[in-house]
């Protein structure tokens, strides 16, 4: 292990890394294999993979059956340009996906799919398309997104303009698209349903305020269903979503719903947009998709933006591209997590799962040092009381301030990789973890948050 530290260090920049805290401050934990919800050292030490590897991995590591439908793409077809060709997996994948998407009784249904390679790419492809459907209209007024406070959408330009991570975007605010941001429906604090769905209304009717005051010149709203994951896994109550869809719908405004995190089955129904009953007009699909194994994003659209660019002008067509658009190994990997859903019922499993993750977390509400404990299906956020040293006003940025990096660097000590956002920890795991595997996460939690309050 401390002969690749050396080499990688002497090579990589890691991604969303101070690299001078590298090795001193933060470890580097090179990792020579994966197993279901491990990741097994050089030196056979096991780390749960408490996080799913930055929430993309959903059966475990090294799933057989999906490393194996890669391994039979592989020997098949590779990879074709998508402009002009057409493969199996991409046309299946995009029937399948369609058919699960989220319905809503009488609105027409999400009917094509358009794929990029990664969810940053699929928010972008997300932005373009509504802008762009109104400038084929002939409106051209329509230039202005609007986001939600706490919101993380990705890290190119239109990605970032669209998220409120000031760690993040100050730096490339003279960059970035004028967005309009309305407060987050987030229910920290709430005591109880009635709470939640007060701060719901209360943000609701602040957006419908902000829709007014910029009539006509709005043309998406984008938002994580009900749970802002980078902003610090800042949950709200499926009633925003009604609220939501029905300011768009009264404004003309396109829904984009960026399930990249929270979709299939994270938060205990396939897609978040579900436990709403609502449905999106632009969908955002990525990291779980593939159940882990390879980059890819889907939106899906409705037939009606969808014809929006039909016309004898190629200026009116959507001519976004990327190379990898649809890759046929990553289709593959995420037809063999679909059929793993089916095959494994995940999502029963899942509420199984998520029960013992409560009754786990439950003792912990009584640590003087942690404020709130909150759940949404297979996401656990267990909030600490601020530190006083704060690192970014408050805002979730991972594994930061003395008290963030003290308990990464134990937990990961103890066999847990925990990367606290801010000052919330939290459980994201592979959706395969089992009851001993939850205890050892458990038990390593509550000795990193003893370790937490030491240092405070
Ligand atoms: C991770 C994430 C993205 C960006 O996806 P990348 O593949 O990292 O570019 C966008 N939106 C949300 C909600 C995310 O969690």
Not at 201 to 220: K, P, R, S, W, Y
Not at 272 to 286: H, K, M, N, V, W
Request: charged share 20%; glycine share 8%; net charge negative.
């Amino acid at each position: 292990a401390e002969a690749w530290r050396a080499r990688d260090l002497a090579v990589l920049w890691h991604p969303c890394t101070q690299m001078r805290e590298h090795p001193d401050a933060l470890p580097l934990f090179p990792v020579a294999r994966g197993d279901g919800a491990w990741l097994v050292g050089h030196d056979g030490q096991r780390v749960l993979d408490a996080v799913s590897s930055w929430w993309t991995n959903i059966h475990g590591h090294a799933e057989p059956r999906i490393a194996t439908a890669i391994a039979n793409q592989a020997h098949t077809l590779e990879q074709v340009i998508l402009a002009g060709c057409s493969h199996a997996p991409a046309v299946e994948l995009a029937e399948r996906l369609l058919a699960l998407a989220p319905r809503e009784a009488g609105r027409a249904p999400l009917s094509k799919v358009f794929y990029a390679d990664n969810g940053s790419a699929g928010v972008e492809v997300a932005l373009k398309m509504a802008f762009h459907w109104f400038h084929n209209q002939g409106i051209t007024g329509r230039t202005r997104f609007v986001a939600l406070h706490g919101s993380y959408h990705g890290e190119t330009l239109g990605a970032l303009s669209v998220g409120d991570l000031p760690l993040y975007r100050r730096v490339y605010a003279p960059l970035l698209l004028d967005v309009l941001f309305a407060p987050s429906p987030d229910a920290f604090g709430s005591r109880n349903v009635t709470d939640a769905i007060t701060r719901a209304n209360a943000a609701a009717d602040a957006l419908a305020v902000l829709f007014e005051t910029h009539a006509g010149e709005i043309c998406a709203f984008i938002l994580e269903p009900l749970v802002q994951c980078a902003g610090g896994m800042r949950m709200h109550h499926p009633q925003y979503l009604r609220r939501v869809r029905e300011l768009c719908d009264t404004h003309g405004i396109f829904l984009i719903a960026d399930e990249i995190a929270v979709g299939f089955g994270r938060t205990g129904t396939l897609f978040a947009c579900e436990q709403g009953g609502i449905q999106p007009d632009l969908l955002c699909l990525s990291k779980g998709l593939t159940g882990g194994f390879l980059p890819l994003c889907a939106v899906l659209a409705t037939q009606r933006i969808y014809d929006g660019f039909l016309d004898d002008s190629r200026e009116r067509a959507f001519l976004h591209s990327h190379s990898y658009s649809g890759n046929p190994l990553a289709c593959a990997a995420a037809l063999a997590s679909l059929n793993i859903f089916a095959s494994d019922a995940v999502l029963a499993r899942n509420h199984d799962t998520a029960q013992m993750m409560a009754a786990l977390a439950a003792p912990l509400r009584s640590y003087p040092l942690v404020a709130e404990v909150r759940q949404t299906g297979m996401i656990l956020a267990i909030e600490l009381s601020p530190e006083p040293d704060n690192h970014d006003d408050g805002h979730a940025v991972e594994i930061a301030g003395r008290r963030g990096l003290r308990m990464y660097r134990h937990a990961l000590e103890h066999g847990v990789l925990l990367r606290p956002l801010g000052d919330v920890l939290y459980w994201m795991p592979p959706y395969c973890i089992d009851t001993a595997q939850l205890q050892h996460l458990a038990s390593v939690t509550a000795a990193t948050l003893e370790e937490a309050s030491r240092c405070a």
